[in-house]
């Protein structure tokens, strides 16, 4: 199984002290445990490294995070994504510009998305985008 690992999981399970706490947590670790294909975007590493003040703990991090690929779009799939944003703005849904990003290229590279951004429930509704349930 394919999955995007969105911010939100990464940054309960990696940054906040709850992280043992949380369900998802614990499905991240498990599914990494199971050896299932994890994949970043370069937007959500940047998002998990931003804002981080000590560089020990930022090349920490960093250094973690290079153990799972990174998806790198290419130009057609910002187009796509754009695409994407304009359709579901013609429905009323709006969403960023990142998470329409996160959107289509989890569709155009087949794999489920990990989140708790609702706002993807919204985009699911309307695209092919798959949800990870657990």
């Not at 304009?86 to 489920?112: E, F, P, R, W």
């Not at 993807?120 to 990870?132: C, N, P, R, S």
Request: with cysteine.
């Amino acid at each position: 199984m394919r999955i995007i690992v969105d911010t939100s999981v990464w940054s309960l399970a990696l940054i906040r002290q709850s992280a043992t706490k949380n369900k998802e947590s614990l499905e991240l670790k498990s599914l990494i445990e199971d050896g299932e294909e994890i994949y970043l975007l370069g937007i959500i590493l940047q998002e998990l490294l931003q804002g981080i003040r000590k560089k020990e703990t930022l090349d920490s991090l960093s250094s973690h995070l290079n153990h799972f690929p990174i998806i790198e779009p290419t130009r057609e799939d910002y187009v796509e994504a754009a695409e994407l944003k304009n359709t579901l703005m013609k429905k009323g849904i709006q969403v960023s510009t990142v998470d329409a990003l996160i959107a289509h290229v989890a569709i155009a590279y087949n794999c489920l998305l990990f989140t708790t951004d609702r706002d993807f429930q919204y985009i699911e509704k309307y695209t092919e985008l798959k949800l990870l349930r657990y």
